[in-house]
């Protein structure tokens, strides 16, 4: 034969498919997927029909789990042992199984995820329940078929004379399926199957009105009904575990929280573990101790609190941040007739019942059979024991056996079975007690034909068999339902109080863009001075806030973007320290610069809005609430034009007026109401109309004619005039002016631009930062009060070599 002949072409991608392909099929049907008959994997029906098959039944005594294993290993299931053993394991932890199939002697592992002991050292036998899945095997129930060598048969589906699916649940990933079926109450099962019987036609709502839900061994609170009506109509669905907790009153005024059970697959150990970090990292205050005093009388986990520490918040917090609550995804996938079909409750349910039409019939058959045999012998004896004396003639005129039985069918009409039942009859069955009892035994396998013969004739005596011995599993191994459902889920909203502890501080931001935080303690220590907070050299304080530790900082830049900042994120100093850069803060771009910085306590409140005024006259107001986010980056806050930039913002509760000022002296007064409220990423409407060459410097807030407008023009020169001289015009016209610029050249020039305009109606004081790193601080009343459209004085003394860089109001001790 050449080498042409050995070899054939073939597509590398058809030969993976096929191959893939039949490497799929395998893992669904032969490992990773439940039966819908009896909810068991095949490695799970392997070992309990070892078990079986080997007489390790609950009236025995424990067995070395290593013979089990070898067993199935030997004869059914030719894979590792570890993947045996470990399908045996979790069969036995009750807080795995709502009832073990295997009942466990021996290191069987524990809710802290210890493994189990190896093999050789722990026993194990079949539990009371398993049995009933194993029930009727003998009577031809179900079809068995070869093992994988073909020296033995197993079965291909277990009896399973209770829903096994669903009441004991299953877990598993394949290729391209997963399934995750959980746990439910053997008695709400059996009901919802007796129901189904009853009325074929039922609806998914009365179901639910029978089967609660999941219920899980390990208990717990499960929230969300809607999640699952989902599951139960299409077989996907989500709800939430929570663990069932208390707060209990100490001696001391102190509290502690207990928890007495943890949601379904959750590892305790794990649980403890990650409650402790967050005591160990302060990331709650309030924790003293966390202790896991679980033991034989149960799980019991101790949460210890600090005196006067808010109990509820903490557990809120809790139940967010750890495995105290978790989310359950159910996805219901179970082979039916050979493959993995999505299911609901209804389709579970109508399966199981199928096979259980099927399990009766066959058994019901085969006990039909092995009656109507017994009769048939019964009545031979009984037809001999009338011919006595003839029978015993005819016998013992025979040759040998085979002659006997011949001449018994010959001479008096036996069947060759009547005959050879006749010849093994023993001699104290001649008597009248067991001639009497013959009789009688052959009138009770009569009734029990008619019986067997009216279950198999009739579909309604058949499902009634099948409903009482539902019931019967049900009475012997009922339980109470060990989950709590609650429909709402409820959303657990936790105060920044219990991860914070609240603290009034300062918050300063300097002009080069220094940030820090500062408790009173230091401030006050420092020598309790406003204005001596710590910066380099040139450098000035731009932002000075009071306030608390749980408030959150809304930090507006030029270009338009917002960044939320809580308070206790801000990096903490000493008063006479100089911060550090708020770029290691927050990701502000190099190009862009600080506009507003505004602390805020919340963002629920419906009456409190942002206003935004830029260089170019645009002015934009948004409701608060837009402004929530949970994310660090920058977001686009209001857009701003090429050429333009955000000069002002102002937390309003949208009742005052706004007050424009620009550069060149114009000004204009509107109702802050004439702005409409619109998204947050919108550009805003014209406020004032400004020449080309010209553009705001200051935005204030009226309310009321009381008061003063303070401006202050860029050669230092003041003056004050009355609001109520600022009449109240429409938005976007072009103002009226609001200071007179001398000209000419005997003139001495009070300034060509205006530079910053204050409202005042308490004296206070303003410092000016000169670009020669002077300060110059003045009262706000040294300032002349005059017309409106008047000259001022000068207050700030600017030289030809000096200008002024900024004028802000003095912070108030």
Not at 43 to 67: E, F, H
Not at 126 to 141: V, Y
Not at 574 to 586: D, L
């Amino acid at each position: 034969m050449s080498m042409e002949e050995k070899y054939l072409p073939a597509l590398l991608e058809e030969v993976v498919g096929d191959r893939f392909g039949r490497y799929s099929k395998y893992i669904i049907q032969d490992r990773a997927i439940p039966d819908v008959r009896d909810g068991l994997k095949p490695v799970q029906r392997r070992i309990l029909y070892a078990m079986y098959d080997a007489g390790n039944t609950p009236d025995k005594i424990y067995r070395k789990s290593a013979k089990t294993v070898g067993d199935v290993m030997g004869n059914y299931h030719p894979h590792g042992d570890s993947s045996i053993y470990e399908g045996m394991v979790r069969m036995a932890q009750p807080w795995k199984m709502g009832h073990v199939l295997i009942d466990g002697h021996g290191n069987w592992g524990s809710q802290d995820d210890d493994p189990a002991a190896a093999m050789r050292y722990t026993e194990a036998r079949l539990s009371e329940i398993a049995m009933e899945l194993l029930r009727d095997l003998e009577k031809r129930t179900v079809l068995f078929k070869d093992n994988f060598d073909n020296t033995t048969k197993e079965p291909v589906v277990l009896p399973s004379r209770y829903p096994n699916l669903l009441v004991n649940g299953v877990s598993g990933i394949s290729s391209g399926f997963a399934t995750e079926i959980p746990p439910h109450n053997l008695r709400e099962i059996i009901d919802a199957c007796i129901a189904f019987i009853d009325k074929p036609d039922i609806t998914l709502e009365e179901i639910m009105g029978i089967v609660k839900g999941p219920d899980f061994p390990t208990g717990g609170i499960i929230m969300g009904e809607d999640g699952i009506r989902d599951a139960y109509l299409s077989g996907k669905g989500r709800i939430y575990i929570r663990a069932k907790t208390a707060i209990e009153d100490m001696r001391g005024g102190k509290q502690q929280i207990v928890i007495t059970e943890i949601p379904y697959q959750v590892v305790k150990s794990r649980l403890v573990t990650a409650m402790e970090n967050i005591r160990l990292e302060k990331k709650v205050e309030g924790i003293a101790e966390v202790r896991d005093e679980s033991g034989r009388n149960g799980l019991r986990i101790v949460i210890e609190l600090k005196k006067e520490a808010d109990a509820q918040g903490i557990l809120a917090y809790l139940l967010k941040k750890t495995d105290l609550q978790v989310t359950y995804n159910s996805n219901m996938v179970a082979i039916v007739n050979k493959t993995p079909r999505q299911l609901g409750i209804k389709e579970m349910l109508e399966a199981y019942i199928q096979h259980q039409k099927e399990v009766v019939t066959n058994r019901s058959q085969f006990d039909l059979e092995k009656a109507e045999d017994r009769a048939h012998v019964l009545e031979g004896l009984v037809k001999a024991l009338n011919i006595l004396d003839e029978v015993i003639a005819a016998i013992k005129a025979s040759k040998n056996r085979q002659d006997a039985q011949n001449n018994l069918v010959a001479m008096f009409g036996f069947t060759e079975r009547q005959a050879d039942a006749i010849l093994v009859l023993q001699l104290y069955r001649l008597t009248n007690l067991e001639i009497t009892s013959l009789e009688k035994e052959l009138r009770d396998v009569q009734k029990t034909i008619a019986y067997l013969r009216g279950i198999l004739g009739s579909l309604k005596k058949l499902m009634s068999v099948i409903k009482d011995e539902m019931g019967e599993i049900r009475k012997k191994f009922g339980i109470d339902r060990r989950s709590e459902i609650q429909g709402e889920v409820e959303e657990l909203k936790v105060n920044l109080e219990v991860m914070v502890n609240p603290e009034d501080v300062f918050v300063t931001l300097s002009n080069e863009g220094y940030l820090k935080r500062t408790s009173k303690l230091s401030f006050t220590r420092s020598g309790g001075e406003l204005e001596s907070s710590g910066v380099k050299g040139g450098d000035y304080i731009r932002f000075l806030l009071d306030v608390n530790t749980i408030e959150s900082l809304l930090i507006f830049t030029k270009r338009g973007q917002y960044y939320l900042l809580p308070v206790h994120q801000v990096p903490e100093y000493k008063w006479k320290e100089n911060g550090t850069a708020i770029v290691n803060v927050i990701p502000i771009p190099k190009e862009d610069r600080i506009a507003a910085v505004i602390p805020i306590k919340g963002f629920d409140d419906p009456d409190k809005s942002l206003v935004f005024v830029t260089s170019k006259g645009q002015v934009k107001r948004t409701e608060l609430k837009e402004y929530m986010t949970n994310r660090s980056g920058g977001i686009v806050a209001c857009k701003v034009a090429e050429q333009d930039e955000v000069i002002h913002v102002q937390l309003s509760d949208n009742t005052k007026d706004i007050l424009l000022v620009s550069r060149l002296g114009m000004s204009i007064r509107f109702r802050e109401q004439e702005v409409n409220t619109m998204g947050r990423a919108a550009a805003g409407v014209r406020g004032i109309a400004l020449k080309a060459d010209d553009e705001l410097v200051s935005a204030e807030w009226i309310y009321g004619d009381e008061g003063e407008v303070l401006v202050i023009s860029d050669l230092g020169f003041a003056k004050r005039s009355l609001v109520v001289d600022y009449l109240l015009q429409g938005r976007g016209g072009k103002g009226i002016p609001t200071f007179e610029f001398k000209e000419g050249k005997r003139v001495k020039p009070n300034g060509s631009a205006l530079i910053r305009t204050f409202i005042v109606k308490m004296d206070y004081v303003i410092t000016a930062i000169m670009s020669s790193g002077e300060r110059v601080r003045f009262s706000t009343e040294r300032a002349p009060l005059e017309d409106r459209k008047s000259q001022g004085k000068q207050l700030i003394p600017v030289t030809k070599t000096d200008f002024i860089l900024e004028v802000l109001r003095a912070p108030q001790s």
